[in-house]
């Protein structure tokens, strides 16, 4: 039986996921229209095509592309809120902690107090409207180095927002050695930010090591090559760090060869923990729902470990108590009602 649809109407967190790599064709079409210099086609039809994910080099065509596109702060507002209404109600998600990378708009020109109040105008109105509570991570940019660092710490300390929770590191990490970012994310995590880096994603299992070890990261963005190294897996179950595991996107940008191939299974048999997630979904050619599906034919779950993949990003998520709280207690009444829909006897 498919679990297709069980998966489409659970409700859902996630964490792991990019502002501007969320954009789908129908919210380019509108930036597009905005900017006709841009070169964009904002016909939807040609714009899918354009979306349609070829390799990796065209996903970075895409998303250069979308990115000239985001000019101005109503810019900003407007996919933001646009990204969350397709969250709520196109992946059945609650809550998502959307990673976003406020120095490639301040470099084009948007100040970081009008960015600012752009994504904090969009998440309220979000919340109010689509019922999704959103909160932010963001992250260094790291082919652009220590001045997108210092930069990026700087609009998180002195352009605060109460919804701002993390401190991420995305970007290559071939030749972006984790190190240098030692000091920022010190800095970040005293002033009561969470650690979240990408790591292991391109590089080798050290990536992951250093990002626990000099960055403090608590969770950690893909970790595929953890599968690697038994010693860093037991760390890693160990020490609660957890994985913010985003299949599509591995295969899509050869992290993995195969989905046959992932890790996840791995991952889950060490004991570490798991969330499942979506990266930039359009660009990807997925969405969160397919992800979950993904997912669960990987580990051969059920409803009620569908269920518990959806539990564990909630658990491992920076939400408020209770917003984690409610979201949990859905989930169970959800799950429940499946259970018995299909004769299950109840607890
Ligand atoms: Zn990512």
Redesign the pocket.
């Known amino acids: 039986m498919s679990l297709a649809p069980f998966i489409a109407g659970l409700p859902k967190a996630e964490l792991?996921?990019?502002h501007v790599?969320s954009a789908s064709p129908r919210i380019v079409s509108e930036l597009a229209a905005r900017h006709p210099d841009a070169g964009v086609p904002s016909d939807l039809e040609r714009l899918r095509e354009f979306f349609t994910f070829r390799d990796f080099a065209h996903f970075i065509e895409v998303y250069l592309a979308v990115v000239d596109l985001v000019r101005t702060p109503e810019d900003v507002r407007l996919l933001t809120y646009e990204v969350a209404r397709e969250m709520a109600q196109g992946q059945n998600l609650r809550y998502a902690e959307l990673?976003c990378t406020p120095y490639t708009s301040v470099v084009r020109g948007i100040a970081i107090e009008a960015y600012t109040e752009a994504i904090e105008d969009a998440r309220v109105a979000a919340e109010r409207d689509f019922g999704i509570v959103l909160q932010w991570i963001y992250d260094i940019p790291g082919e652009s180095g220590i001045p997108a660092a210092d930069a990026t710490l700087a609009y998180a300390l002195e352009h605060r927002t109460d919804a701002l929770v993390g401190f991420g590191l995305?970007g290559p990490e071939i030749g972006v050695p984790r190190a240098q970012f030692e000091p920022h994310f010190s800095t970040a995590r005293a002033s009561g930010l969470r650690s979240v880096p990408?790591a292991g994603?391109t590089t080798g299992p050290e990536t992951i090591w250093e990002s626990v070890r000099l960055l403090g990261a608590e969770r950690i963005?893909?970790g595929c090559s953890a599968a690697q190294d038994p010693e860093l897996l037991a760390h890693l179950a160990e020490a609660g760090v957890v994985l913010?595991v985003?299949p599509t996107?591995n295969v899509a940008t050869r992290a993995v060869d195969r989905i046959e191939d992932h890790p996840l299974r791995t991952f889950v048999e060490a004991g570490v923990t798991v969330t499942i997630n979506s990266?930039?979904p359009p660009m990807f050619a997925t969405t969160l729902n397919n992800d979950y599906d993904v997912a669960a034919s990987l580990l051969d779950l059920d409803e009620r470990g569908v269920a518990d993949l959806a539990r564990a990003a909630v658990d491992a998520s920076f939400a408020p108590a209770e917003v984690k709280a409610r979201i949990s207690a859905e989930i169970e009444a959800y799950a429940a009602d499946a259970g018995r829909a299909h004769g299950r006897p109840t607890p």
Do not use: F, K, M, N
């Open positions: 792991h996921v990019h790599g990673t995305g990408h994603e963005g893909h913010e985003c996107s990266d930039d």
